[in-house]
């Protein structure tokens, strides 16, 4: 028995998982038919039971198979996912509309009714003059960052800029599933929150948008409407003379209000998916625009197209590989890229500024180059590969300064080797050059369930 998985919120076990390491060598079940016959004493009966067990019992429970109970909702766990979307994020407009963001909406009016409450009731801010406009412009030129998450546990955080019309041309992807959401924050620097926008992902991540691309100009506005808490359950007035009625109406009250806070949040959700796939991104907030593109999970739809000439069997075999490949399941491949040893330039045998670029799957991502010149560099970066089939291969070049720069080596590494493995952690020798450099690398493959 295994307590997994354990996470952060109690009862902290999320659920459990049983499993055998062998079959029982006795069993006996207590089976009778009137008057009294016990079926177990037929002959014969033990072996087919044995025969039950290790037909059907087996695949399910004896080691390596498990069974899992869960003990929280969900095992305490993300749900699972349906499929992946690829978000290309080009750019944006209107950022300087955040600090009107910054402070409007409820919050913020909360907020100065409590610190002047604190105060004594004294409104500290009217007793200093106003922000000159040269501050105000200061603000505005402030750098902040844009935050882009489908689940709690994975956030992935774009450059920080400080320009009103910026410019990302970053790629990234994300799991996901129909009651998903693509939630985009706008903060400052030190992780205020300024605007806010969820998109409600089922309309984009349906079947008939697979492989589609759907251009979106995502408005930021005032995170408070998102961030209204649940409504809690009232109390009754008095605990010993509580009756079954009050505790029933309570119960209907709270459930009403639940039902009230989930219509308002999506409708808030739907309007700004509305919003989103305008042609015309809105005025007056900042807007990010991006194109998603949905890749469903699971099984690759065959390519191939039939012919009414029966094939050779060097194309029939061909044609099986194919399909072997096409209908294999795909998982998340994480890379490691730790550090290079002895990466010197072919042409001067000099110390560069290398850095190292993973390609996998149609993804690409680029290490940052060290500051100085060096031939022993540390990366210590990490990259996530979705949507990766085992007959995939890692490809890995280290160049100078950039990934255009001079070509210091490269090697390729087969994904299957990883998916095998489970982990792989080796030193590779970079091919192409004829200096002796070497990449530490660690990869890790995990089937996308």
């Keep these: 028995v295994t307590f997994t998985p354990l996470v952060d919120q109690l009862p902290c076990l999320g659920g459990l998982e049983v499993s055998l390491m062998s079959l029982p060598q006795h069993a006996d079940v207590g089976i009778s038919i009137p008057p009294g016959i016990d079926l177990m004493s037929l002959p014969g009966a033990h072996t087919l039971l044995r025969l039950a067990l290790w037909k059907f019992v087996a695949p399910l429970m004896v080691y390596p198979a498990k069974m899992t109970v869960p003990i929280m909702e969900n095992s305490g766990i993300e749900p699972t996912s349906t499929g992946m979307i690829k978000l290309s994020v080009l750019g944006g407009r209107g950022f300087a509309a955040r600090a009107k963001l910054a402070g409007s909406g409820a919050g913020a009016a909360r907020n100065e009714r409590r610190a002047t409450t604190m105060n004594g009731g004294v409104d500290f801010k009217s007793s200093f003059p106003k922000m000159p406009l040269g501050g105000l412009n200061s603000l505005v030129a402030s750098r902040y960052l844009v935050q882009l998450h489908t689940r709690e546990s994975r956030k992935i955080t774009l450059a920080s800029k400080s320009s009103d019309a910026p410019t990302w041309d970053e790629t990234h992807h994300f799991l996901t599933n129909p009651d998903a959401c693509l939630t985009a924050t706008v903060m400052t620097t030190n992780l205020k929150e300024l605007g806010r926008c969820e998109i409600p992902l089922r309309r984009l991540v349906a079947d008939d948008r697979a492989r589609k691309t759907t251009l979106l100009h995502i408005p930021l506005g005032d995170p408070e409407p998102y961030l209204v808490p649940l409504p809690v359950p009232k109390k009754p007035v008095s605990y010993t003379r509580v009756t079954q009625e009050e505790l029933d109406a309570l119960a209907e009250d709270h459930e009403m209000a639940l039902e009230k806070h989930a219509l308002e949040l999506a409708t808030l959700r739907v309007n700004a998916l509305d919003a989103a796939t305008r042609p015309r991104p809105l005025a007056d907030v900042p807007v990010i625009t991006c194109e998603l593109e949905f890749t469903p999970l699971g099984l690759e739809e065959k390519t191939s197209s039939s012919n009414d000439a029966k094939p050779d069997s060097a194309s029939e075999s061909a044609s099986e590989e194919e399909g072997d490949d096409a209908d294999e399941r795909r998982g998340i491949l994480t890379v490691f890229v730790t550090r290079g040893v002895r990466v010197l330039s072919e042409a001067t045998n000099g110390e560069t500024r290398p850095c190292a670029t993973a390609t996998c799957a149609g993804q690409t991502?680029?290490?940052?180059?060290?500051?100085?010149?060096?031939?022993?560099?540390?990366?210590?970066?990490?990259?996530?590969?979705?949507?990766?089939?085992?007959?995939?291969?890692?490809?890995?070049?280290?160049?100078?300064?950039?990934?255009?720069?001079?070509?210091?080596?490269?090697?390729?590494?087969?994904?299957?080797?990883?998916?095998?493995?489970?982990?792989?952690?080796?030193?590779?020798?970079?091919?192409?050059?004829?200096n002796a450099a070497h990449v530490f690398l660690k990869a890790r493959f995990a089937y996308m369930s």
């Design 365 to 434: 991502y680029t290490t940052e180059a060290p500051l100085e010149k060096t031939k022993n560099p540390i990366w210590d970066e990490e990259f996530l590969f979705f949507n990766v089939a085992p007959s995939e291969t890692l490809r890995l070049d280290v160049r100078d300064g950039n990934a255009k720069g001079e070509f210091l080596g490269g090697f390729d590494l087969d994904v299957r080797e990883v998916a095998a493995n489970k982990e792989l952690s080796e030193m590779f020798r970079l091919t192409g050059v004829s």
